[in-house]
């Protein structure tokens, strides 16, 4: 059993060993240096797994110097950020193994070699990388161009995240934060031929505007003082409708077995019929009675189309998409003619409004198919945010 053991875990090791070195083999030296680090933690003292990591410190370390004096030697100012990150790349690496330091090889008789960069070095790159990106964010903010504000906003971030307290670059995110949004106008244009409610425009104006908005795009509902907008949505109605009033009658009848008394049983002469008490022989008596409901149903329809219109600040249409919205108001009334105990639970029920109600008017029903129109229209916005950058 010792010896299967003993097997297996030489198995296990040789078969780490060789996952390892096939990442060296591969130049996949970054993946090869977190294996071999784990290996080391979980397998102190093993040399074979100590060798293993001071070979891919060594060639992540050589790849990086290597390739920061490139960048160096290239002068593209924008590399000052890659050498910074590369420079910390090292740094980290070196953080990773410190805790297990010294590691000793037996095999080898000494201690492993890991390299850094000096911290003196690494500050100066890091300063240098939030000099390069707040000059560069100064600059492109001046274009007055909000994408360009965008990509100005998260070096400006980046200069924040190296030294909080650099010069005024808490100003300068909210410059490149206000210069960056685009401002979307919602508003509502009737071409329907048709007078539109009084409520209507505030109504589908006031859908969740707060929702639509994102990170760089703002809504508003009217114009404000100062503010250009680079998109506008118009709820271009083209059909406010509503039906006229409809008034329709039916009747039916409830009909229902009821007892009417008794009668005698009599024989075949006529005479009553005797039961073996001797007493007179009965039978229950029924009859029909009905009632007559008549009912009354008042309905009255509304619908608003529309299309939504998204421009561009130069009044260019983007697309349009069709929606629209139905309202339907019924009122049931109803009066019972008759004997009322022949009456259904269903037609009792009919009889809560015994009077017809005033019609709905207009502006309501065409109010109601408003309110309706208004989820489909912030699906349409939704939908197509796309078309709003």
């Not at 529309?306 to 009122?331: C, K, R």
Request: hydrophobic share 40%.
């Amino acid at each position: 059993m010792k010896k299967i053991l003993l097997l297996f875990i030489s198995i296990s090791i040789l078969t780490s060993c060789t996952s390892i070195q096939k990442e060296l083999r591969n130049g996949n030296y970054d993946s090869a240096f977190e294996k071999a680090l784990k290996r080391v933690k979980n397998n102190p003292g093993k040399d074979k797994y100590a060798v293993l990591l001071e070979a891919a410190s060594d060639k992540t370390y050589t790849r990086d110097i290597k390739q920061i004096e490139y960048w160096k030697k290239e002068g593209e100012p924008s590399h000052l950020v890659d050498i910074y990150y590369q420079m910390c790349a090292i740094h980290n690496r070196y953080n990773a193994v410190e805790p297990i330091m010294p590691l000793h090889i037996a095999s080898k008789k000494r201690d492993a070699n890991f390299k850094d960069v000096a911290d003196e070095d690494l500050i100066a790159a890091k300063t240098k990388a939030a000099e390069y990106l707040y000059a560069h964010a100064v600059k492109i903010l001046g274009s007055n161009n909000r994408y360009e504000a965008r990509t100005a906003y998260e070096e400006l971030l980046k200069v924040k995240e190296f030294f909080p307290g650099f010069k005024d670059v808490d100003v300068q995110i909210q410059n490149a934060f206000s210069k960056g949004i685009s401002n979307v106008l919602l508003n509502v244009m009737n071409s329907s031929n048709a007078i539109m409610p009084a409520g209507l425009e505030k109504q589908l104006t006031t859908i969740d505007l707060v929702g639509l908005s994102s990170f760089w795009v703002k809504f508003d509902s009217k114009a404000n003082e100062g503010t250009t907008y680079d998109y506008r949505v118009l709820v271009h109605l083209v059909k406010i409708d509503a039906s006229p009033e409809q008034l329709l009658k039916n009747k039916y009848t409830d009909t229902k077995k009821v007892e009417d008394g008794f009668e005698y049983v009599l024989d075949a002469k006529g005479n009553v019929k005797k039961d073996s008490l001797g007493n007179d022989m009965k039978t229950k008596k029924y009859k029909i009675i009905a009632c007559d409901v008549i009912e009354t149903v008042q309905q009255k329809d509304g619908l608003v189309g529309a299309t939504v219109d998204f421009y561009t600040a130069q009044n260019e249409l983007i697309y349009s998409y069709p929606i629209s919205g139905m309202s339907h108001w019924q009122y049931l009334s109803a009066v019972a003619v008759g004997d009322l105990n022949a009456l259904t639970d269903a037609s009792r029920a009919k009889l809560t409004h015994t009077v017809p109600a005033p019609f709905i008017s207009d502006e309501e029903i065409v109010l109601m198919a408003g309110e309706q129109l208004k989820p489909y229209l912030k699906s349409a916005i939704e939908n197509n945010r796309g078309l709003i950058k």
